[in-house]
């Protein structure tokens, strides 16, 4: 069983930034594409950003896009998700997940395949960031 846990969320002001970690429980994590999404109350798990297994290629959702920076240090099998300029509306519960999707050659389906929570293999059990005006 493979084991992913989220730390670093909490309390922040508009304008503020946080750090969160994500760590597995297995080197194996480090051959899965990895990434956060979030879930704010009564909605759907929403797609934040993600980064290849390599570690060199990460993409965003629109919304956080030039504000949050997602990165991955395969020797601590740690993912962060640094958030600057944060917003009321990015106040959520933030996941981490892991995938073993199959890497696509067209770089535009595998980004579209990284960005559904369905295709991923692991969760951690999120932590909460609230962000107030």
């Known amino acids: 069983q493979v084991l992913l846990v989220e730390s670093g969320g909490g309390l922040a002001k508009a304008g503020d930034s946080l750090r969160l970690s994500c760590t597995g429980s297995?080197?194996?994590?480090?051959?899965?594409?990895m990434a956060w999404f979030r879930r704010a109350p009564g909605k759907e798990r929403d797609f934040v950003a993600a980064v290849y297994w390599s570690g060199d290629s990460t993409f965003y959702a629109d919304s956080v896009k030039g504000r949050f920076t997602i990165s991955r240090e395969k020797r601590e099998n740690t993912i962060y998700l640094q958030m600057n300029g944060l917003k009321p509306e990015d106040t959520a519960d933030y996941l981490c997940?892991?995938?073993?999707?199959?890497?696509?050659?067209?770089?535009?389906?595998?980004?579209?395949?990284?960005?559904?929570?369905?295709?991923?293999?692991?969760w951690g059990q999120g932590t909460q960031v609230t962000v107030s005006s």
């Open positions: 997940a892991a995938s073993r999707a199959p890497i696509s050659a067209d770089a535009l389906t595998y980004r579209a395949t990284l960005a559904n929570p369905s295709n991923y293999n692991y």
């Open positions: 297995q080197r194996t994590l480090n051959s899965y594409a």
